[in-house]
C-alpha cells in the first residue's frame, strides 16, 4: 500500500467536486491512493460499503471505531471482525475522551505529568485494558493501533499521551 486515505476525507472531497463516491474513487486510484480508513459506524450501517470499494479496486487499510470503556468487548469483537472480512490489515481504536477541564493543561505538555496523571486515572486504566482486550482478541491476525485524536479532551492527542499507551501496551502496532 502507497497511500490511504480516510474514507469519508474521500467522500467530502468528491461531493465538493460535485462528484458521486464512485467517481472519486476512481480520482483517488489516478493519484497513487490505493486503500481507505473506514469507520466502524460507517461499516455497521453500509454492511456493503468494503464490498463496493472493492470493486472500485481499492483496499481497506484499517478501520477506526470509537470506544469508552469498560464494557465494550462484544464491540471490540465486532470490529475485528468486520475487519478481518474486509481485508483490512488492521483496527485504530480511539479509546475514550476524558471530560473538557478534567485534565489540567499542563499535563499534556510534559511527558512525565502526562504519565503520572494516567497512571493515577481510572479512566485511562480501563483504555488500556479494553486495547489490551483487543490486541488479545486480535491475535496477531490484524494490528491494533491508537488513533492520535485530535481533541482537547483527547487522551491520544499528543506524543505525550501517546507514548503512555505504547509503553503499556507492547502489542500496540
Not at 13 to 27: I, L, M, T, V
Not at 112 to 130: I, L, N, P, V, Y
Not at 150 to 158: G, I, K, L, Q
Given at each position: 500500500m502507497?497511500?490511504?486515505?480516510?474514507?469519508?476525507?474521500?467522500?467530502?472531497?468528491?461531493?465538493e467536486?460535485?462528484?458521486?463516491?464512485e467517481?472519486?474513487?476512481?480520482?483517488?486510484?489516478?493519484?497513487?491512493?490505493?486503500?481507505?480508513?473506514?469507520?466502524?459506524a460507517?461499516?455497521?450501517?453500509d454492511?456493503?460499503?468494503?464490498?463496493?470499494?472493492?470493486?472500485?479496486?481499492?483496499?481497506?487499510s484499517?478501520?477506526?471505531?470509537?470506544?469508552?470503556f469498560?464494557?465494550?468487548?462484544?464491540r471490540?469483537?465486532?470490529?475485528?471482525?468486520?475487519?478481518?472480512?474486509?481485508?483490512?490489515?488492521g483496527?485504530?481504536?480511539?479509546?475514550?475522551?476524558?471530560?473538557?477541564?478534567?485534565v489540567?493543561?499542563?499535563?499534556?505538555?510534559?511527558?512525565?505529568?502526562?504519565?503520572?496523571?494516567?497512571?493515577?486515572?481510572?479512566?485511562?486504566?480501563?483504555?488500556?485494558?479494553?486495547?489490551?482486550?483487543?490486541?488479545?482478541?486480535?491475535?496477531?491476525?490484524?494490528?491494533v493501533?491508537?488513533e492520535?485524536?485530535?481533541?482537547?479532551?483527547?487522551?491520544?492527542?499528543?506524543?505525550?499521551?501517546?507514548?503512555?499507551?505504547?509503553?503499556?501496551?507492547?502489542?500496540?502496532?
Amino acid at each position: 500500500m502507497k497511500l490511504s486515505v480516510f474514507h469519508h476525507h474521500a467522500l467530502a472531497a468528491a461531493a465538493e467536486a460535485g462528484k458521486e463516491a464512485e467517481e472519486g474513487y476512481a480520482y483517488l486510484l489516478s493519484c497513487g491512493i490505493e486503500a481507505v480508513t473506514l469507520d466502524l459506524a460507517e461499516c455497521m450501517k453500509d454492511p456493503t460499503l468494503t464490498a463496493r470499494l472493492r470493486r472500485a479496486g481499492l483496499r481497506i487499510s484499517a478501520i477506526n471505531g470509537y470506544y469508552q470503556f469498560p464494557g465494550e468487548e462484544e464491540r471490540i469483537r465486532t470490529h475485528l471482525q468486520i475487519a478481518a472480512d474486509a481485508g483490512a490489515a488492521g483496527i485504530m481504536m480511539i479509546p475514550g475522551f476524558f471530560e473538557k477541564g478534567e485534565v489540567p493543561e499542563e499535563v499534556f505538555a510534559d511527558e512525565t505529568a502526562c504519565h503520572a496523571f494516567f497512571d493515577r486515572s481510572e479512566k485511562t486504566a480501563a483504555m488500556c485494558e479494553g486495547m489490551a482486550y483487543a490486541i488479545r482478541q486480535a491475535n496477531g491476525r490484524l494490528f491494533v493501533s491508537v488513533e492520535d485524536y485530535d481533541s482537547e479532551t483527547s487522551p491520544t492527542r499528543n506524543m505525550a499521551g501517546l507514548s503512555w499507551f505504547m509503553q503499556r501496551l507492547p502489542g500496540l502496532g
